[in-house]
């Protein structure tokens, strides 16, 4: 064999030697990266302190400032939506407030207006009663049912006039209710409420009925 080939045969075996060195040194650098402390295998992660960037367009949708911008105005419409609403509702329940007492006032008008010119207590009386309300429902003020039913085999009207006694028997204070039209066999329940304070206490007493 010649020098020349013993040569060449030296290098290619340190190539070799080297080589298997590098892969081996590679190969348990791999094994402590994935390993952990206590030998078991355990899955790949970053080391402590360590820090990646991510790529931003990887990203999609609304970034965080902008998406909570977007809920705070969407909240701030649905809450004027709300507060439009509730005034709307309020505003609807104080036109009908005020249609109820206008009806209300307008018939205990011609309630007291029919009764002027009628003698005695009336030709109803036995077809009204009345109930007293607990203060309790009333918000503590003195109130009565008045039921009003027609017991005739026509249409017909009624008056009514309730008067609020002290304990002397005087009368303090008169209130007028009615019935207009009223259908044969049918009743209305309207509701006589005293205007004066709770004390001294007053008896309401059924003055008059009169139907028309």
């Given at each position: 064999?010649?020098?020349?080939?013993?040569?060449?045969?030296?290098?290619?075996?340190?190539?070799?030697?080297?080589?298997?060195?590098?892969?081996?040194?590679?190969?348990?650098?791999?094994?402590?990266?994935?390993?952990?402390g206590n030998g078991q295998?355990?899955?790949?992660?970053?080391?402590a302190g360590t820090t990646s960037t991510p790529n931003a367009s990887s990203f999609s949708?609304?970034?965080?400032s902008a998406l909570a911008s977007s809920a705070a105005s969407a909240i701030g419409s649905a809450r004027a939506s709300?507060?439009?609403?509730?005034?709307?509702?309020?505003?609807?329940?104080?036109?009908?407030?005020?249609?109820?007492?206008?009806?209300?006032?307008?018939?205990s008008a011609a309630a007291e207006k029919e009764l002027q010119n009628v003698k005695g207590r009336g030709n109803a009386l036995s077809e009204v009663a009345m109930t007293g309300i607990p203060r309790a429902q009333s918000g503590g003020v003195l109130a009565v049912l008045?039921?009003?039913?027609?017991?005739t085999g026509s249409d017909a009207s009624y008056a009514v006039q309730v008067d609020f006694k002290n304990s002397d028997g005087?009368?303090?204070?008169?209130?007028?209710?009615?019935?207009?039209?009223?259908?044969p066999g049918k009743k209305e329940q309207p509701i006589a409420f005293s205007h004066e304070p709770p004390e001294p206490r007053l008896t309401p007493v059924l003055a008059k009925a009169q139907r028309y």
């Open positions: 064999m010649s020098v020349t080939r013993l040569k060449g045969s030296e290098r290619a075996r340190r190539r070799i030697l080297v080589g298997s060195a590098l892969g081996g040194l590679l190969l348990a650098g791999g094994l402590a990266a994935c390993g952990g295998n355990a899955a790949t992660s970053p080391t949708g609304t970034p965080p709300a507060s439009a609403a509730a005034s709307s509702a309020s505003a609807r329940a104080s036109e009908f407030e005020a249609s109820v007492e206008a009806e209300t006032q307008r018939r008045v039921t009003i039913t027609n017991k005087k009368v303090v204070e008169t209130r007028y209710v009615g019935a207009e039209n009223l259908k």
